[in-house]
């Protein structure tokens, strides 16, 4: 499964080696960085030096302007906040909620014909040093994973969170992850349940946006948290494919009416 880490406004370029470097180690080597400090965070000599020789994890990473850039052919998204948010998608310990999308993706390709699609990329969100992850962000997320520590103290160097979550996907991944059928059928069967992509989400709930405005049933001046309402809704959904072109064909009709 395509696994990336996303890294928000990083503003230490040591960090971000140290991040490469704590990838490598794992077994990753995608991460992307939204609007970084610096520029040219991936050349600054602190960056190559914290890297430990992590250098190929750098020079495959990309920098991207906006979350959206950083989401093509994701499905599932994970925020790591250690402070829940109203109307914010549910927390949860990083092993309890890894373990169980894992099972549940397994029997996805294996055809269980109880669980409605299929993910096919799983990107984790870590903001900013020094305010850490917004709550629009947050709002996006499937879930927002909380690593256990000490409730006195519970402040964690990027790095070492980026260690800790990486640690708990490739142990999840090593041991409890079989391989995806390759019969033509079977293939066949996952390709029809893929999930619609974080990108397609963001473009139906804009859509829908649109739509409640123009229709009167958002108030630009009063909106009470209804769009990440909605975001948790899509969210929850499992939306494939056809099924965003379907929403996205009712908004449409709502505001030609």
């Known amino acids: 499964m395509k696994t990336r880490f996303i890294l928000i406004n990083t503003s230490h370029a040591g960090n971000v080696g140290a991040a490469a470097r704590a990838l490598k180690t794992m077994g990753f080597d995608d991460m992307v ?3 970084p400090r610096w520029a040219n965070v991936l050349r600054r000599e ?5 890297a430990s020789g992590a250098n190929d994890v750098l020079d495959k990473c990309r920098i991207v302007e906006t979350l959206d850039e950083a ?21 949860r310990a990083p092993r309890e909620h890894l373990e169980a999308f894992a099972a549940r993706n397994v029997l996805a390709a294996e055809g269980d014909k109880t669980i409605d699609s299929l993910d096919t990329g799983i990107a984790f969100l870590f903001g900013s040093e020094r305010y850490g992850m917004k709550n629009e962000d947050v709002y996006r997320c499937h879930v927002a994973l909380q690593i256990p520590t000490n409730p006195k103290f519970g402040s964690l ?4 969170a980026i260690q800790l979550i990486a640690y708990e996907w490739q142990l999840i991944q090593a041991d409890t992850w079989p391989e995806y059928p390759r019969t033509d059928a ?9 999930m619609a992509d974080m990108k397609q989400i963001k473009g139906l709930l804009d859509h829908w946006e649109h739509m409640m405005l123009e229709i009167g049933y958002l108030d630009p001046e009063l909106p009470m948290k209804l769009m990440p309402r909605m975001q948790q809704i899509f ?6 494919d056809e099924e965003i072109n379907i929403l996205r064909g009712i908004a449409k009709a709502m ?3």
Not at 46 to 50: G, K, L, N, Y
Not at 157 to 160: G, M
Not at 186 to 194: L, R
């Open 71 to 91: 989401l093509e052919g994701i499905t599932h998204l994970c925020a790591t906040a250690m402070t829940a948010r109203d109307f914010g998608p549910p927390t």
């Open 186 to 194: 079977a293939n066949q069967h996952v390709e029809s349940k893929k």
């Open 46 to 50: 602190e960056t190559i030096q914290r």
């Open 235 to 240: 969210n929850r959904a499992q939306l494939r």
């Open 33 to 35: 960085l939204v609007a």
């Open 157 to 160: 160097n990027l790095a070492s």
């Open 255 to 257: 505001m030609r009416r």
